[in-house]
């Protein structure tokens, strides 16, 4: 080979080596921008970083559009003007005459306190639609109120149904039938003769049923909708699924530990339980530990209630342990979880039929210790396990707790990424199933009209939900 032809070789190939290797480069990068998972950091922001809604100081005139954050999707949602008797009338709150809501721009009904407030969910939700239509600035909100069904991914039902069931779901002296039931039965009948309804047949409605006894009447007839729930113990899952329906954090009775300067050797107790102990159903295991861990030392496990300051020694007893144990009771869940959380106190969870809030966005094992119902039964299988978690990884998942607090908090006016906005997302997720559901009930809608134009027998699909 000449030297002319020598050089030429060299050039070329020192070309080729580096084209091919720009080319590997960049196809690397590209699968590993496309395979590469996501973190839930990537899904939820840091709590941290929250910005405290806009003052109510107005209304925004009708056609003006108010700002936003365009970059986040935020749900329309449309919500019944329910007589008061099925919401706020509940609280005591009577209205003006001129509208079934309270002003939110001044003093709205206070809920009750104590035990209520564990499934006081739709209160926190329907004063949150209220004031985003007052409310000026929609950055960091996840829902909207909208006036006009068409324009809504989907149709809110503000039927107060646990607080109900709490306050109402006895007879009173000389009637044969509750206030819940009524109600319940009423809100059927009003559902039912709804054009939204129809044309969805209740796919694209939220309906309330936090607490497990609540809407026990009507379950059964709603279930098309998308309940809110504490849990699935009480419903068959042709009723009620993970698949279909949210599920809601308790709001917690405990006060929230904001000022916790605590750490792993400040809090003296290792294992903290303090509630009902004999229990039926799955929660059997609950006196089974009883008896397993009450002589273990740096162990408190007591039975307890909220009355006499039992909300305050509960506290108390919490901020000062290292974990605090979620067993299963009459049902999966209870409030205890979000009590531990609110407290900075690990939870260690023995439910095995447990369904957590925002699961599919939320990674639960890096501040939570599940153990199944079965190893929980092991002689010192718990204790063992417990004592030999490090410090470090405490203090992880102590500092983690303290990060992921906020989306359990319920307030008013609610704030970016608190338990308000969070469910308001969790629904907003489901959206797209909803259209698949009903997109595909559509099918041969036209081919089973008994019209014969071939048009659809049901009301027309609302904008948003239309091919």
């Not at 709205?108 to 939700?125: A, D, E, F, K, T």
């Not at 009173?172 to 039938?177: L, S």
């Amino acid at each position: 080979m000449s030297k002319i032809g020598h050089r030429a070789y060299k050039s070329w190939f020192c070309w080729f080596t580096v084209t091919a290797a720009f080319f590997v480069l960049s196809w690397f990068l590209a699968f590993r921008s496309t395979s590469q998972p996501r973190t839930e950091f990537d899904v939820l922001p840091d709590s941290k970083f929250v910005r405290a809604p806009e003052s109510a100081g107005g209304a925004a005139p009708n056609g003006n559009l108010r700002k936003c954050d365009k970059t986040k999707p935020i749900l329309k949602v449309f919500m019944y003007d329910l007589p008061v008797e099925f919401h706020f009338g509940l609280l005591g709150w009577k209205g003006d005459g001129k509208s079934v809501w309270p002003d939110v721009h001044g003093e709205v009904p206070r809920y009750p306190g104590g035990l209520n407030l564990q499934h006081s969910i739709g209160y926190w939700l329907t004063l949150d639609l209220l004031y985003s239509n007052v409310v000026e600035n929609l950055s960091g909100r996840s829902a909207v109120r909208v006036r006009n069904s068409s324009e809504a991914d989907v149709v809110f039902v503000p039927f107060f149904s646990s607080l109900c069931y709490n306050r109402h779901s006895k007879p009173k002296p000389g009637e044969k039938r509750s206030l819940n039931v009524e109600l319940q039965e009423k809100l059927v009948s009003f559902l039912k003769d709804q054009e939204e309804w129809k044309r969805s047949d209740g796919k694209d409605h939220v309906v309330l049923a936090h607490h497990p006894n609540s809407l026990i009447d009507a379950r059964s007839k709603l279930w098309p909708a998308i309940y809110i729930l504490s849990d699935f113990g009480r419903y068959p899952p042709t009723i009620a699924n993970v698949e279909k329906d949210v599920i809601a954090p308790y709001m917690h009775v405990v006060k929230t530990y904001s000022d916790d300067t605590s750490d792993f050797d400040s809090r003296p107790t290792l294992l903290y339980f303090q509630g009902s102990i004999y229990r039926k159903d799955g929660g059997v295991i609950r006196q089974e530990l009883y008896y397993m861990l009450r002589n273990e030392s740096n162990v408190h496990f007591t039975f307890g209630t909220v009355q006499k300051g039992g909300i305050t020694q509960a506290s108390n007893g919490m901020r000062s342990s290292k974990y605090c144990l979620n067993i299963a009771g009459d049902t999966p869940s209870s409030n205890r979880l979000f009590d531990a959380i609110a407290s900075h106190c690990v939870p260690v969870i023995i439910s095995d039929e447990i369904e957590l809030p925002y699961e599919d966005v939320l990674d639960y094992s890096k501040f939570c210790i599940f153990v199944r119902t079965s190893d929980a039964l092991k002689e010192n299988f718990l204790m063992n396990l417990v004592k030999n978690i490090t410090k470090e990884k405490w203090t992880a998942m102590w500092n983690r707790l303290k990060e992921v607090e906020l989306f359990y908090e319920y307030q008013y006016p609610s704030q970016e990424n608190d338990a308000v906005q969070m469910i308001w997302q969790a629904i907003l997720r489901k959206v797209h199933a909803i259209k698949r559901k009903i997109h595909r009930d559509r099918r041969y809608s036209r081919a089973n009209s008994r019209g014969g134009d071939g048009s659809f027998a049901s009301a027309s699909l609302p904008r948003n939900l239309s091919l």
